[in-house]
């Protein structure tokens, strides 16, 4: 059957430091992979996409890799703040639909 | 401020009630949809409607109807809902057809079935 992982246990990490959420899947062959970010309450923010081509996205402080033979993306936020504190879903795409992960919560410690 | 607005943000209801959800996309989108976001479960694609057409369903209740008037508007008719249907509602648009089908999300309505 089809599995989108991520690990459910919050990543509680210094401030200044780089957090870095996996997202693995299987039975699955995305055309791309995207990143959303949600807080308590709200729906998800987009905030990054990458294809099955590339294998390493930037946007300011974060960086999205994407190993199709390993079926795995990583997700970094270098020089984390507080405010990063959130909720990240990876979700994989492919013929207009998307199939969203349970989501990794990251807790940034001032 | 997001593009898509969803009201209400809270709603309380008795099993045997009948409300409705109501979405609004500023986009110019072609495609909304409604997911369902419980706890510790990942998001739940409900339903999808393409140039207002419903084009997925995934063998959601009836008790849950969905309606689109138009390629803005999307509405969530709700009948002798369950407590288990308690949860968040996400109404979401995207453009599809492009090369990576971005989904912008609504503000959510937190559902309470008592």
């Known amino acids: 059957s089809q599995k989108i992982e991520q690990n459910s246990e919050a990543l509680n990490i210094q401030e200044g430091k780089t957090a870095t959420l996996t997202c693995n899947y299987t039975?699955?062959?995305?055309?791309?992979l995207q990143w959303y970010r949600q807080d308590p309450g709200r729906g998800p923010v987009f905030l990054l996409l990458i294809r099955e081509n590339e294998k390493e996205k930037r946007k300011e402080r974060l960086k999205v890799t994407f190993d199709t033979t390993l079926k795995q993306s990583l997700f970094h936020i270098t020089a984390s703040q507080p405010a990063d504190s959130a909720t990240y879903l990876c979700a994989l795409g492919g013929n207009n639909r998307l199939a969203f992960g349970k989501g990794n919560q990251v807790v940034v410690i001032p | 401020e997001t593009g898509v607005t969803q009201t209400p943000r809270h709603l309380v209801m008795g099993m045997t009630n009948k409300k409705s959800l109501k979405c609004e996309q500023h986009?110019?989108?072609?495609?909304m949809y409604w997911y369902k976001q419980s706890a510790k479960k990942p998001l739940e694609l409900m339903f999808v409607?393409?140039?207002?057409?419903?084009?997925e369903n995934n063998s959601v209740p009836s008790r849950f109807s969905p309606e689109c008037p138009n390629s803005s508007h999307l509405f969530l008719h709700l009948h002798t809902l369950q407590p288990e249907d308690s949860a968040l509602y996400l109404c979401a648009s995207s453009q599809e057809g492009g090369s990576g089908n971005t989904i912008y999300f609504g503000e959510g309505s937190w559902l309470t079935v008592v």
């Open positions: 986009l110019g989108h072609n495609a």
């Open positions: 409607y393409n140039f207002k057409e419903q084009t």
């Open positions: 039975n699955y062959s995305p055309a791309y």
